[in-house]
């Protein structure tokens, strides 16, 4: 008896830490400076404004991706083995939101958007897959299960020798109720060169991006003018506070955890205890 309650106790308290770990507002203002300074928005995204995270899991990398992460077309030669999204506690908490982990289903949209300063109506689609689920695992992250095949199936990020960093942009997309995948690019589609995103958006229906990344890849030295970009600095960011960064939670959110913890740890002890003098 005194075993299992032992258990019960250390199962509460780990579900209710899991729960600190939505994106923190810092996080995500962090990832929509970055497009900017990328020169992603608005010269090849009209508008960028999250309201969570996106990361992957690749083959030989030790973590998730960063936002700009430089890789080798090795590292990104194969599909991802995991896709995720996390959004902030507002986002998450918004009843019938993007996060809502029952109902809503998810549209992932990967494409090559050329180099710094190259920016074009259309590019080439690396990968397109529409009614992606919830499947949350035990850090709070929303992993995206995929259906039994892509609309475009994924493929390998290859730049031209010499044409410089190429930026290959993830943007996920909460679909609608009533979503009809449009009939362009026909499901089993390969080597689609001329994406052009608006488009499929205004077709199927879908409103703004809820998260996005991007990595760059280059071969061999840039042979072409490459625009300057710039890096982020958080702390010049209006939700940067002392205590906050860009990698943990917000500080609410650790607060309203810790005391959510600390109301189970008494209570669950006093059970405990009283348990060890019946």
Avoid: C
């Avoid at 190259?118 to 009614?131: C, D, E, G, K, M």
């Avoid at 879908?206 to 958080?234: C, H, K, M, Q, R």
């Amino acid at each position: 008896m005194l075993l299992a309650v032992a258990a019960l106790y250390a199962s509460f308290i780990f579900v209710s830490s899991v729960r600190a770990h939505a994106a923190s507002p810092l996080t995500v203002s962090v990832v929509t400076e970055k497009f900017k300074n990328a020169k992603l928005v608005p010269d090849v995204i009209a508008e960028f404004k999250p309201v969570g995270v996106n990361s992957f899991n690749y083959t030989g990398v030790t973590n998730r991706t960063t936002v700009g992460a430089v890789f080798s077309s090795a590292i990104a030669a194969a599909r991802p083995l995991s896709v995720f999204i996390r959004g902030t506690t507002a986002a998450e908490g918004t009843a019938g939101g993007p996060f809502n982990v029952t109902t809503t289903k998810y549209t992932l949209i990967m494409f090559d958007a050329g180099p710094p300063g190259y920016n074009t109506t259309t590019y080439p689609l690396i990968w397109l897959a529409n009614n992606w689920t919830y499947g949350e695992n035990d850090d709070h992250t929303v992993t995206l299960n995929p259906p039994n095949s892509s609309v475009v199936d994924y493929s390998l990020p290859a730049p031209a020798s010499g044409t410089g960093p190429h930026r290959y942009v993830s943007l996920i997309y909460a679909q609608p109720e009533n979503f009809t995948a449009p009939p362009s690019p026909a499901p089993g589609s390969t080597n689609v060169t001329s994406f052009n995103l608006p488009t499929y958006l205004t077709s199927a229906g879908l409103n703004p991006a809820i998260a996005g990344t991007y990595f760059t890849v280059e071969e061999g030295t840039a042979t072409v003018s490459v625009a300057a970009t710039s890096a982020v600095d958080s702390k010049t960011l209006p939700e940067y506070t002392p205590t906050s960064t860009s990698a943990r939670p917000s500080a609410t959110t650790n607060s309203a955890n810790a005391k959510a913890v600390s109301s189970l740890s008494t209570g669950y002890i006093a059970l405990l205890f009283g348990l060890l003098w019946v």
